[in-house]
């Protein structure tokens, strides 16, 4: 199959793509601060360099979009027609750079939390995200998961 926009379109398309501050990542934000939580933001000096650390709580929180980050049983996590070998060695490198992160920050003696994209954008859930937060990040786990995959 090709693809349906030319190379140089989707190359430009795909420059467009942003790192940090993504909209997903803006909403778990803004819960955080509602739920009164401070929090510092891309911390280099942490394995993974997560999105949002709250350092008080050794918790350290990644937004992950469903499609960079293959999240199992998403509907938003479809693996693409054109070149799916490029796109599968592409995106279990992602899954593969996660668990190393994740593992080396468990080391270290911090709590990970993954917030998948798809709980940013269901209604429902976000009307809850504070509240799910806090709960996690008050709780006992060293590792979780805030999705709404399983509600779509």
Known sequence: ??????????????SNIRPKNTKPEM????ALFAAGYRFRLHRKDLPGSPDVVLPGHK?????HGCF??????????????????????????NVDRDARAADALRLLGWRVLTVWECSTR???TVAELSEMLSEW???LEDRGEISAAKNL
């Open 122 to 124: 269901n209604p429902r």
């Open 68 to 93: 960079w980050h293959m999240h199992s049983g998403c509907r938003n996590a479809k693996l693409p027609a054109t070149r799916p070998e490029f796109w599968k060695t592409k995106l279990l490198a």
């Open 1 to 14: 199959m090709t693809d349906v926009v030319s190379p140089a379109v989707r190359s430009r398309m795909m």
């Open 59 to 63: 918790v350290a929180i990644f937004t």
């Open 27 to 30: 909403v778990v934000r803004k």
């Open 137 to 139: 990040i008050e709780g």
